[in-house]
C-alpha cells in the first residue's frame, strides 16, 4: 500500500534552517508529482509547494517563496523541503502529499497523506 | 487568484443532514475536492472532482459545484463524522494550490 514518511521535524531556533524528508513506498515514485501542505497549530491547512515528477518544475506559496525549497531525488524515492531563515510562522505539521499520476498540475488533488512532520520554532 | 471562504462550524444532530458551502468568484468553473481530517490526524479525500466519492467513503457523502458555490453533504450523519472539512482547488492562472480555511462539524 501507499505510504509516505516524514520525518526532521523538532524544535529549532528562529534564523537557523532545516530540512524535512519524505520517503514514499508502495508505489513508483518517478510517476508523481509531489507536494507538501503545512498545518500550524489549530489553524487550517497551507499549501506549501509542488515538485514536478523529474523535479525540473517547482512552484511555491507567495509566504514562502525565496526562503523554502522543493527537491526530490527519485533513486531514493525521496522529497525534501529545505526551510531557510526560520520564523515562528513556520510552527506547524508538514504534510507530504501525493497527487494523481503524471504531469498536469490542473485540477490538482491530494489522494495520499503522510502522518505529518513538526516543526517549532523557538525565538 | 482564488480565496476560499468556509463557514468556521456547523452543528447538527446525529441522522441528519450537514451541509458545508465553500465560495469564492466562479468557483462553478473550477474541480473542487474535499477533506475530513480528524483531530489529530492526516487529511483524508472525501470528495473529489467535485461530486466523485474515493472507493471507501460511504455513499452519505456527496458534492456538487456551481456558480458561487461548492457543497459538501453528508446525510444521515454519525457521530464519526465529527471532523474539520476543508474544501481545495488548483488556481491554474497562478499554479498553487488553495485550501478554504475549514469547517468544523460537531454531532450533537
Known amino acids: 500500500q501507499v505510504q509516505l514518511v516524514e520525518s526532521g521535524g523538532g524544535v529549532f531556533q528562529a534564523g537557523r534552517s532545516l530540512r524535512l524528508s519524505c520517503v514514499g513506498s508502495g508505489f513508483t515514485f518517478s510517476d508523481y508529482g509531489m507536494h507538501w501542505v503545512r498545518q500550524a497549530p489549530g489553524k487550517g491547512l497551507e499549501w506549501v509547494a509542488v515538485?514536478?515528477?523529474?523535479?525540473?518544475?517547482?512552484y511555491y506559496a507567495d509566504s514562502v517563496r525565496g526562503r523554502f525549497t522543493i527537491s526530490r531525488d527519485n533513486s531514493q524515492n525521496t522529497l525534501w523541503l529545505q526551510v531557510d531563515s526560520l520564523r515562528s510562522e513556520d510552527t506547524a505539521v508538514y504534510y507530504c502529499?501525493?497527487?494523481?499520476?503524471?504531469?498536469?498540475?490542473?485540477?490538482?488533488?491530494?489522494?495520499?497523506w503522510g502522518q505529518g512532520s513538526l516543526v517549532t520554532v523557538a525565538s | 487568484s482564488f480565496v476560499l471562504a468556509q463557514p468556521p462550524s456547523v452543528s447538527v444532530a446525529p441522522g441528519k443532514t450537514a451541509t458545508f458551502t465553500c465560495g469564492a468568484n466562479n468557483i462553478g468553473s473550477k474541480s473542487v475536492h474535499w477533506y475530513q481530517q480528524r483531530p489529530g490526524q492526516a487529511p483524508v479525500l472525501v470528495i473529489y472532482?467535485?461530486?466523485v466519492r474515493p472507493s471507501g467513503i460511504p455513499e452519505r457523502f456527496s458534492g456538487s459545484n456551481s456558480g458561487n458555490t461548492a457543497t459538501l453533504t453528508i446525510s444521515r450523519v454519525e457521530p464519526g463524522d465529527e471532523a474539520d472539512y476543508y474544501c481545495q482547488l488548483w488556481d491554474s492562472s497562478n499554479d498553487r494550490g488553495v485550501f478554504g480555511g475549514g469547517t468544523k462539524l460537531t454531532v450533537l
Open positions: 502529499a501525493r497527487p494523481p499520476p503524471g504531469i498536469t498540475l490542473a485540477s490538482t488533488k491530494f489522494d495520499n
Open positions: 515538485i514536478s515528477l523529474d523535479g525540473s518544475n517547482k
Open positions: 472532482y467535485d461530486y
